[in-house]
Nanobody
């Protein structure tokens, strides 16, 4: 079970921190990805972090503005989003998979979405 939270309404240039919490002991064995989907658009990759090394991966739109992290001893992955833009408005989903992939179809477990709205 994955639980995404932290979304909300923020002005352009603001920040939000999304959390993805899991209630399984083997959470650290999974790569975790964040995806987003705006109305009428396909679900797109935002960021991911590997299970073993904790290496982060970002989409071009997220690079330099977003930071994904998974602190040790916590069953939570964070997505710090800074310098938010109106085009970041979407429902954000976290997902768990066996390895880092940029396509949503490779992830097996999904949390419910958390809405991020950035006003101009």
């Amino acid at each position: 079970q994955l639980q995404a939270s932290g979304g909300g309404l923020v002005q352009a240039g603001g920040s939000l921190r999304l959390s993805c919490a899991a209630s399984v002991r083997t959470f650290s064995n999974y790569a975790i990805g964040w995806f987003r989907q705006a109305p009428g658009k396909e679900r797109e990759f935002v960021a991911a972090i590997s299970s073993s090394s904790g290496n982060p991966y970002y989409s071009d739109s997220a690079k330099g503005r977003f930071t994904i992290s998974r602190p040790n001893a916590k069953n939570t992955v964070y997505l710090q989003m800074d310098s938010l833009k109106p085009e970041d408005t979407a429902a954000y989903y976290c997902a768990a998979g066996s390895s880092v992939r940029t396509h949503w179809s490779f992830y097996n477990y999904w949390g419910q979405g958390t809405q991020v709205t950035v006003s101009s």
